[in-house]
């Protein structure tokens, strides 16, 4: 459809720019912080005001980081993997932020989920970023149950949570770059996604109640075709 259309095209801008500025972004970011930190310890006063400048500063690097990951010309390698092992291995590694916000992280495997054709990075990075948002919008603790399905040529993925929820009008907005309700929050998680599962021909979903809870659902080609 046009607004499809549109909303790829408007990634795709967004990408080429971070291409080009994100890399050269980055190193002045370190040295400054580098000084910022030294100066801190070298000074008595105004302690308060070098930990704002170097969590702002960690909030610039995050943003380019994200912006990395869309950007990056990195070699992309599709290849034959198994979704299962990714999604353990994204477990694994959000595994402390989970135990540190009470979350449990359960996984409903079918059976004969085939392998499919992907980048495993890329992919890693999509589970992250839905996974870690389910997290952080159950500040209170809760569950979030990850389903693994397949259906004809495709796996299906769902990502399940008590979360707060996201109202109607909020999830037609959702994927677009700084959209955010977290105060330390980038905005770009969801846009990442939506470019990576596009680059996969799969389509991604997301389904929310206020206040009980939001389901993204992926689906993801067994050949991608790439
Ligand atoms: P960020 O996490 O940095 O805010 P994202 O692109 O990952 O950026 O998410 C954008 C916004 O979408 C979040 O700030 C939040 O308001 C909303 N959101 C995403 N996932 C969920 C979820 N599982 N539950 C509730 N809100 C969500
Ligand atoms: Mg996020």
Redesign the pocket.
Known sequence: TEEMLLKSEKLSIVGQLAAGVAHEIRNPLTSLRGFVQLLQSKIDNYQHYFDIMLSELDRINDIVSEFMVIAKPQVVKYEMKDVRKIVDDVISLLDTQAILNSVQIHTEIGSEIPLIKCEENQLKQVFI?IL???I??MPDGGNVVIALETDENQVKIRFT?E????SEE?IAI?GEPF????EK???????VCHKIVEAHRGSLEIK?VIDQG?T?ELHLPVDSGS
């Open positions: 970023n870690k948002n389910a952080e919008a949570d979360g707060c929820g996201i909020r959702l959209y955010t309700t977290k929050g980038t905005g770009l998680g969801l846009m929310s939001t993204v």
